[in-house]
């Protein structure tokens, strides 16, 4: 199958394809506070304003998802960053209209009344997994290095990485005890699925087994882990895909074995940074193979020797990179194995990359193009040189 088919199969259904990315395109001007005026132009800074906390939209009835106001109030003009939640909403609501169509408000509202659904019936095994605790959900090494000073940050998470190939990223992240419960929770809510004959949305179009995470109570869970721990190390790594502008996730769990699925086809993520992080259990095989970083142009081009690589999952250890880094699962031939995915995506880069028409520093393919036209341009002037030189030798 190729890969370009591969994207489509990747996307998760659960989600509404109306994307932040539309509205980020101003650069909001004026100080202090203040109500919207009423000539407003309905326009957003292109840059959010991260030390800004957004007031919480859940107990709203609203058209759009609860966490996406909350996203998008850190793009507002400083002048409306303290005004009353109303006066936000309102103005956010109105510039979230414009870019999306009728029909796709309708499956937001359904995915969230679908949501709530889950939530109200299904009761949690652990109700502490649903409230991000750092103490007592990863490993000291992975707590360490979040808790060095801002100026000493950076290196410590850096110190933890291991990079096997350019853009691949591993290390030690979930206590064995975390994932324990999370098994057993995602466990009970398919013994409830089954019992009460629910039927549920699957990851994605390419996992026929799994559960969405988000679906039955831990968006906000896994809403901190991305902007807490996950925004930092894109800022570090993966600035060049809007690392420091991740504002929304997918977040759920797959499931692989002799009786699950077996193996996964060669693909690419829907998300600017997938974290992948094996929970367990006993298994052999189901490697993660990577083959290079590609741009939609060049998503089928042939791998280089440099970009292959296989990763052996290990229980509490996680994997980073891009979403765009060609990759796929061998075939767990025993066992069963369960990953916690996690994919965020920056509608910031979404919008900015539309603009981008050859050579993403980003994309291998891309890069090695750059790279063959700059070589053509200079052996092209080198000759050209040299015949001036030869004429003034001649005459």
């Known amino acids: 199958m190729s890969l370009d ?65 909350s996203s998008l109030e850190r793009y507002l003009p400083p002048n409306l960053l303290n005004v009353p939640r109303d006066t936000k909403y309102k103005y956010m609501r109105d510039i979230l209209r414009r870019y999306s169509t009728e029909g796709e408000r309708t499956r937001d509202q359904k995915h969230r009344e679908y949501r709530q659904k889950i939530i109200s019936n299904y009761q949690p095994l652990y109700r502490e997994l649903y409230t991000l605790n750092p103490g007592t959900f990863f490993v000291q090494s992975f707590l360490k290095a979040f808790s060095a000073s801002d100026k000493n940050r950076d290196e410590s998470i850096r110190s933890i990485m291991s990079e096997p190939i350019p853009g691949v990223y591993t290390f030690d992240m979930l206590q064995p005890r975390f994932c324990e419960m999370l098994l057993s929770e995602v466990e009970n809510f398919e013994k ?170 980003w994309c291998g393919e891309c890069q090695r193009e750059k790279q063959a036209r700059l070589l053509q341009s200079v052996t092209a002037k080198k000759m050209e040189l040299l015949l001036v030189d030869g004429d003034v030798a001649s005459s």
């Open 5 to 69: 088919r591969a994207v489509e199969r990747g996307k998760d259904s659960s989600l509404p394809p109306m994307s932040m990315a539309l509205v980020a395109v101003g650069n909001g001007n004026g100080n202090g506070t203040g109500p919207a005026p009423s000539n407003a132009s309905y326009r957003l800074r292109l840059n959010p304003n991260q030390d800004h906390k957004p007031d919480n939209y859940d107990d709203l009835r609203l058209e759009f998802t609860p966490l996406l106001f």
């Open 192 to 361: 409830w699925v089954h019992e009460t004959k629910f039927r549920i949305m699957r990851p994605n179009t390419m996992n026929k087994y799994g559960a969405v995470l988000d679906d039955f109570g831990m968006e906000s869970m896994l809403e901190k882990l991305m902007e807490d721990f996950v925004r930092h190390i894109s800022k570090i790594f993966f600035l060049d895909v809007g690392g420091y502008s991740l504002d929304s996730h997918h977040g759920f769990v797959v499931e692989y074995g002799m009786d699950r699925d077996v193996e996964l086809g060669f693909h690419v993520d829907d998300s600017e940074v997938t974290l992948n992080v094996c929970l367990g259990k006993q298994f052999t095989g189901g490697e993660l193979f990577f083959r290079g970083v590609r741009c939609e142009k060049h998503v089928n081009s042939e791998t280089h020797s440099e970009e292959i690589y296989d990763y052996a999952h290990f229980p509490g250890r996680a994997v980073i990179h891009r979403g765009r880094h060609r990759h796929g699962a061998r075939a767990t031939t025993s066992g069963h194995r369960i990953n916690l995915l996690l994919w965020c995506r920056s509608s910031v880069f979404r919008e900015l990359r539309k603009h981008q028409k050859e050579f993403l520093s």
